[in-house]
């Protein structure tokens, strides 16, 4: 399969260098050049084949002759190696639980996918290649499980000291192995220019043979359709119909998946962009005018992104119509103190546990229902409450649960590199390893 530049659709590489580049040379994101469906036939009859076998059948024509058969059938089993469940919250109300993997977010789903594409395309190249990534949380606990132990794979994490959650730093920082973490004495901000001014740096270029595990990366985004699928096979075989998915947004990665996977004809009938006040999207669905004001910290703040950039790929699977892009997108936005009554109030009338993010997401979806009564509504649960316990109202804090692997966790000693905010600060920390 060939991918353009979005900049520049004459641009055309390989499954294999889009994985390795990740932003085309021009800054534009990478699409796929055709859009190939597994068939009407396997879409209307999915509870005829096991979890893997769909993955595997919607995964392989983006892939191509690429990655062997027998090795992305691993791949896709080392991604797809915990369960995605859909909890029934209320009459008509769904909950697609993404947190079952080993960070407890949806990134873990693209983030292993990736590791495990880039560690087979890069298997010939005889110097190690650096994964360089900033975090302002989530990501980097799921880049660093997806990527330990892959061969020839270093990962570096650059994240702010102070800035991310004590769980989110003990995942960063205590695997150990070809997982380095890296402390930067600034803000989110600092650490993403740092790794943007390391790329840009032609003289260590010649050093290190980096690369990134940036959302933007076909290898994260495309394997975020698996769950679409497996959630709308288990809402099939109870003979639910008519699906609306409310997907919590921040850089439109995880929705645009779910639209790819109804422009290839699975049946989801109509998506709500859910998000914070980082309201762009829904905005601009509403007054058809692209305008990104400056980010705003919130309680969901893996949300908190003011010029999403997956919203170009969107757009693009539309064909750049604003009229077929709002017959099947509807977007809301929701402030922190609507956030913190849905969890309160789910919790006390259901005993359902949201995080801000999936509370977010749910409260888009009542809204679309509140008019649209004959549609069942799914909203995704993106991470699990423990992830966010620290900023949770108190009257729930007590009723989180805190899962076995993560008490493990907390008892593991923080391995990491305290470095000044400075970009040659990590130019010479990059070229002595
Ligand atoms: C990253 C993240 C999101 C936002 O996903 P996008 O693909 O960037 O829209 C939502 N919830 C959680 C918990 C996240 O970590």
Redesign the pocket.
């Known amino acids: 399969m060939q991918y353009y530049s979005l900049n520049d659709h004459s641009r055309k590489v390989s499954f294999a260098d889009a994985v390795v580049q990740g932003l085309a040379p021009d800054r534009g994101l990478y699409f796929p050049a055709s859009l190939p469906t597994p068939g009407k036939e396997f879409m209307e009859n999915l509870g005829q084949y096991s979890d893997h076998e769909i993955a595997y059948r919607i995964i392989a024509p983006f892939v191509g002759d690429e990655i062997p058969e027998n090795v992305l059938r691993k791949i896709v089993a080392d991604t797809l190696s915990f369960p995605f469940p859909v909890h029934a919250v209320e009459k008509n109300v769904y909950a697609l639980e993404l947190?079952h993997g080993p960070t407890l977010?949806?990134?873990d789903v693209g983030a292993r996918f990736m590791a495990g594409c880039l560690g087979y395309v890069l298997r010939n190249d005889k110097r190690p290649v650096t994964v360089l990534v900033a975090t302002s949380?989530?990501?980097g606990g799921?880049v660093a499980a997806g990527f330990y132990n892959v061969p020839g794979i270093n990962v570096v994490i650059l994240y702010p000291s102070g800035k991310v959650s004590t769980l989110q730093e003990k995942q960063l920082t205590t695997l150990g192995g070809n997982i380095r973490a890296l402390e930067v004495q600034g803000t989110f901000d600092d650490c993403q220019r740092m790794v943007k001014s390391a790329f840009l740096d032609t003289e260590l270029q010649q050093h290190v043979l980096l690369t990134s595990a940036n959302?933007i990366n076909v290898a994260r985004w495309l394997p975020?359709m698996f769950y679409y699928f497996l959630a709308v096979k288990q809402l099939k075989a109870q003979g639910k119909e008519k699906l609306a998915f409310s997907?919590?947004?921040?850089?439109?990665?995880?929705?645009?998946?779910g639209i790819l996977a109804s422009v290839l004809g699975l049946p989801i009938d109509h998506f709500i962009a859910s998000t914070n006040v980082n309201d762009t999207v829904p905005r601009y669905l509403h007054s058809g005018e692209y305008k990104p004001a400056a980010a705003i910290a919130t309680l969901?703040n893996?949300?908190d992104?003011a010029a999403?950039s997956?919203f170009v790929r969107v757009l693009e699977l539309f064909q750049q119509s604003f009229p077929a892009l709002t017959s099947k997108l509807t977007g809301y936005s929701f402030d922190d103190a609507a956030t913190v009554a849905a969890m309160e109030a789910v919790y006390k009338a259901d005993g359902y546990m949201m995080?801000p993010?999936?509370a977010v997401g749910y409260l888009g979806l009542k809204k679309y229902l509140a008019d649209h009564a004959d549609f069942t509504g799914v909203f995704?649960e993106?991470?699990h409450p423990v992830?966010?316990a620290d900023t949770a109202p108190p009257s729930l804090q007590p009723c989180i649960v805190t899962p076995e692997r993560v008490r493990e966790l907390f008892s593991k000693a923080k391995q990491s590199t305290l470095l000044p905010a400075d970009d040659a600060a990590l130019k010479s920390w990059l070229l002595a390893q």
């Open positions: 947190f977010a949806f990134k949380g989530d990501t799921a959302s975020q997907v919590p947004s921040g850089n439109f990665g995880n929705i645009c998946a969901s893996a949300m992104v999403p997956n995080d993010h999936g995704l993106t991470a992830k966010f």
